[in-house]
C-alpha cells in the first residue's frame, strides 16, 4: 500500500518533521493538533474549552482534505494536563460528534508543545 501525504492550509502547518495526516488505503492518521488558530498562527487564548474546539476544528480540516470528516473517526486519542479539565474537555468533544462516538483514550500529560492544554490526534476512515 502507498501512503498518501495530507496537507491543509486550513489546519496549522506541521511544527516540524511531520504530517499533518497520512492516509494509507482507506484509513487516514490525524498528527495530534493543538489549539493554533491557521489563519493567524497564534495559540487560541482562554480556558480548555476553547482550546478543544480549535483543536476539534483543526482535527476536522485535516480529514475534510483527506476526504473524511470527523464522523469518519474510529478512534481518538486525547492529551490533556489536568484530569480535572477532563469533564470540560468531554462536553466540547461530545459537542463535535453525533450518534455513534469513535473509540477513545484520555491521558494526562506533564507537558505538551507551546504549553498547551489540550491535544487530540485520530485515525479516521474514507469510504
Known amino acids: 500500500m502507498s501512503k498518501e501525504i495530507i496537507s491543509t492550509s ?4 506541521a511544527v516540524g518533521p511531520y504530517s499533518q495526516g497520512v492516509k494509507v488505503g482507506n484509513l487516514i492518521f490525524t498528527s495530534g493538533q493543538i489549539a493554533i488558530n491557521p489563519e493567524t498562527g497564534e495559540l487560541v487564548k482562554g480556558d480548555i474549552k476553547e482550546q478543544t474546539r480549535q483543536v476539534l476544528h483543526n482535527l476536522e480540516a485535516v480529514l475534510n482534505a483527506a476526504g473524511s470528516g470527523l464522523d469518519k473517526v474510529i478512534k481518538a486519542t486525547v492529551f490533556i494536563n489536568d ?3 477532563f469533564g470540560e474537555v468531554n462536553e466540547v468533544y ?3 460528534f453525533e450518534g455513534d462516538y469513535p473509540a477513545r483514550s484520555c491521558v494526562e500529560v506533564s507537558r505538551l508543545p507551546k504549553d498547551v492544554a489540550v491535544e487530540i490526534e485520530t485515525i479516521a476512515v474514507v469510504e
Do not use: H, V
Open 83 to 85: 484530569m480535572a479539565k
Open 94 to 96: 461530545a459537542s463535535f
Open 10 to 13: 486550513k489546519a496549522p502547518g
